[in-house]
């Protein structure tokens, strides 16, 4: 029998859930996989124009895709979008948790705010989408999560966003044991620096220059890098791939 998510269903596109999909990573993440066939949910939280310019634009190329506003930090909300996912387009193949904040901040003069909005949307974020995944996603799907490679880097003002993607890189080993018998691959992708607002914002030019010249290829990556890793773990290609994180960075570490 064949169950790579391919087979899944014949007669509609398979669907994919792509958080955080209105700028940046995410959106070049629900580009690639309309252009691979998927029906997407372009989710997001406070960019509605962004986030129906991108739906539009992918319709408009003959795709299938809907925004849907909903915090990933709120349990009710990622319930309804899953709702909203299965009447619009039907029952979800691949979850990318892509979701995620940055603000480099010194451990000791980090704000009780900072810390619980970080945790909150990285963490609780994705625990949120996977628990909601367990139960309503198609068996034979896909679940993308994202760490970071400062994860190995451990420089200073990363304390508590390298926490955050720990956490998320221990939930990728063990949900992908949980889902035994789903035949439901769960996997974590951890970029490198990536020419998005989250990376760019608050940088002078010479420290952007810093990091682009720390890979040996000697760039920054864009998004497009990414979202073709995702479309691989996302496809037929990357069914034996699972419970693992896939460090795309340049060679940086
Ligand atoms: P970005 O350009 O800042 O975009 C972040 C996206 O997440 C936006 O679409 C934003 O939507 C959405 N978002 C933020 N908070 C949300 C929430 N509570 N609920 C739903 N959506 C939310 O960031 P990026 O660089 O593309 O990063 C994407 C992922 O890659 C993150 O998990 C990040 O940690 C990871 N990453 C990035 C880099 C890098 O160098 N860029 C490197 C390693 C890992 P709204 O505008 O609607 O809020």
Redesign the pocket.
């Known amino acids: 029998m064949n169950t790579t998510p391919h087979a899944a269903q014949s007669d509609r596109a398979r669907v994919a859930i792509v ?8 959106a070049a993440i629900a580009q690639r996989l309309a252009a691979d066939g998927f029906a997407v949910v372009v ?5 509605p124009a962004e986030a129906d310019a991108l739906v539009a634009q992918l319709n408009a190329n003959g795709g299938r895709a809907i925004a849907v506003q ?4 709120s349990a009710d909300a990622v319930r309804r979008m899953f709702d909203v996912a299965e009447q619009e387009l039907g029952k979800v193949d691949v979850l990318v948790n ?5 603000k480099t901040v010194p451990l000791a003069d980090t704000s009780d705010a900072l810390f619980d909005r970080t945790f909150a ?2 963490v609780r ?1 994705t625990f949120n989408t996977l628990r909601e995944a367990a139960d309503r996603m198609n068996d034979g799907g896909r679940i993308v999560n ?1 760490s ?3 994860l190995a880097l451990n420089m200073p003002g990363y304390a508590i966003y390298n926490a955050t993607k720990a956490a998320v890189e221990s939930f990728t080993h063990v949900f992908a044991k949980e889902l035994r018998g789903r035949n439901i691959t769960v996997n974590a992708v951890a ?4 020419a ?4 760019l914002d608050g940088k002078t030019d010479e420290q952007v220059q810093t990091f682009a010249k720390m890979p040996p290829l000697q760039r920054l990556g864009q998004p497009d890098d990414i979202a073709s890793v995702v479309s691989f773990l996302a496809g037929a290609d990357a069914g034996w791939v699972n419970g693992q994180v896939l460090r795309a960075n340049g060679g940086l570490a």
Do not use: C, E, H
């Open positions: 958080t955080g999909a209105s700028r940046g990573i995410g989710n997001y939280a406070s960019s909903a915090d990933v930090a892509n979701a995620g904040i940055l949307i990285n974020g994202f970071s490679t400062t970029p490198g620096p990536i998005t607002s989250l990376f």
